[in-house]
């Protein structure tokens, strides 16, 4: 089966907008407070308990992402995986330069600032899998209905024990390129193989509420009176991208999203926005911002009282998101700039 290049569905596009901006949050809970000790929760159990269950919730960002990938299939090209690069530095550059320009010079220097270029764990990984996707593609194509449920039980038997025991270095408990081709090859098995469309949606709400609910109470219980490991491990294997759960939760998402249906009016707002998604993460996870994100997390957190904290964090994630999709405008028109320009360097 040949990947053709289709139209952007405004019901996938809302799910990638959804998944970014679940990274995002991930990115302004654990990511800026710290992983919680039993006795934060003591103290503070209804401040952690909301972290907790966000944490659970955005947890799957990544994972939604590949498997978006997945679902529709990657057409590798040249020219993708240059603008792919384009976009990495071009909007590297600004982000930098404009912490530059207001910040001066960081304490790293010229390396710091180097770093900032191309510090992205996600960027390499998905790069590796945009490269490999053509043999995934063909593997997917070639191999029947059983040769791939074999390979993927066992793959993700192995990527589960790794979890745990943590017997090699490939899987990196999910943040890795290996980690992301059989998500990859997940998602187009779920769409080619599977008949998903007769689960029913009630159900599929119900188990993914539940891969939400269970774990997240899990975390919170387990830090009243039960032995430190239960505790060590609610909060720690819990929490990767690899566990079963959040690999279970993100495909439940996707199949829920497939189903929605929109109006047709909010399809070019909804893919404008998930069209800056990956702009959204090169600039908030630039190493320079990093810690600039980090303490406007903070500061909205401690100057507002419970519960007015957690909508003021929410609605500066979404003037975060918004200010990344403006700037990805002039990605656009540097791109568009450059293909015009080398479409006329090649005619002379």
Known sequence: MTIQKKPRLANMELLRFMAMFMILTLHADYFCFGWPQRRDILMLPEVWGVRILVEHWAIIGVNVFILI????GIRTSLKGAVKLLFQVFFIGLLTSGTVLLLNGMPSGGLI???KSLISFWFVWSYLLLYLFAPALNAFVETAGKQQLKGFLIAFFTFATLDVIIRFSNDFQKGY???????????ARYIRLHLDYKSLRTRTLLIVYAACILFPALFTFVSAYGLPLS???FANTYIFFYSFPINVLEAIVLLILFDRLQLRSSLSRPINWLAAGAFTVYLVHQNTLVRPLYAQWVKDIDTSLPFGLNFLGVALMLCAVYLACTLLDQLRVAAWQSGEKLWGKYHKK
């Open 176 to 186: 890795s390129a290996i980690f992301f081709m059989g998500l990859y090859i997940l």
């Open 69 to 72: 990938s997945g679902w529709f």
């Open 230 to 232: 239960v505790y060590n």
């Open 112 to 114: 710091a600032v180097w």
